[in-house]
């Protein structure tokens, strides 16, 4: 067999196997000023914003329903907002606790220092504004009892009959303390949980992902889930 027909195996071969989805990226525009947080999404400054529309169910070969995302930034402050659409928003409520959004429907957004995850930063927040906050280590070591530095993060969540906003605010001052701010980007996981509950046992859930993970299973804590967050100057 020549050399030339081993390349062409070789390359026919190369073109059979899965490709991996390259890094996604979202250009966070910058403006001068503060952006006011009503859990509305109705500040005009959000207009400004190209709006992020690419999720899918990683897992499940149907259409998900719509879920949009935006982010603006100031010197100050990394403003992100989520528009969910939902006709059966599901909140559980017990004793109010944190860990209760994990039950909930929920947008969620991690940022990381690298691709080892160790560690990395999750915010998870209901409709109805509680945020489930923790610092976690690869693979799925979580620490609920950590919290988002005091002062450094708004939350505010408006819920409709047709799904729910979140808009938060991310002080920059806490993302380098945290050493997650690089050279003008972050790196980040935008997900989103819509909660099926049950009559009898742990509800179910479907999964929602601005980048789909590698992975066969259902699980945004690995670091294919990941993009990056461009921010503008």
């Given at each position: 067999m020549t050399l030339i027909s081993i390349s062409l195996i070789i390359v026919t071969l190369a073109s059979l196997l899965p490709?991996?989805?390259?890094?996604?990226?979202?250009?966070?525009?910058?403006?001068h000023g503060d952006l006011k947080?009503?859990?509305k999404g109705s500040d005009p400054l959000w207009k400004k914003a190209p709006v992020l529309s690419d999720f899918r169910y990683p897992w499940e070969k149907v259409t998900p329903p719509s879920t949009k995302f935006r982010?603006?930034?100031?010197?100050?402050?990394?403003?992100?907002?989520?528009?969910?659409?939902?006709?059966k928003v599901y909140v559980f409520r017990d004793k109010n606790?944190?860990?209760?959004?994990?039950?909930?429907?929920?947008?969620?957004?991690?940022?990381?220092?690298?691709?080892?995850?160790t560690p990395y930063y999750c915010l998870e927040m209901?409709?109805?504004?509680?945020?489930?906050?923790?610092?976690?280590?690869?693979?799925?070591q979580f620490d609920l009892k950590w919290s988002w530095p005091a002062g450094q993060l708004v939350v505010k969540t408006e819920m409709r009959n047709d799904g729910y906003t979140v808009e938060l605010a991310v002080s920059k001052a806490s993302l380098k303390q945290l050493g997650l701010?690089?050279?003008?980007?972050l790196e980040a996981g935008l997900f989103r949980g819509d909660c099926i509950p049950k009559e009898v046992g742990e509800p179910d859930?479907?999964?929602?992902?601005?980048?789909?993970?590698?992975?066969?299973?259902?699980?945004?804590?690995?670091?294919s889930s990941f993009g990056t967050l461009d921010l503008q100057e």
């Open positions: 490709k991996k989805e390259e890094r996604k990226s979202y250009s966070v525009r910058k403006i947080l009503s859990g982010a603006l930034h100031n010197d100050a402050w990394l403003y992100c907002l989520f528009e969910v659409s939902d006709d606790d944190k860990s209760e959004v994990g039950a909930s429907s929920r947008a969620e957004i991690f940022f990381r220092i690298d691709d080892r995850l209901d409709p109805v504004g509680r945020v489930m906050d923790y610092k976690a280590n690869h693979y799925r701010l690089g050279d003008h980007s859930f479907r999964w929602i992902s601005w980048v789909k993970p590698d992975s066969k299973t259902p699980d945004f804590h690995i670091a």
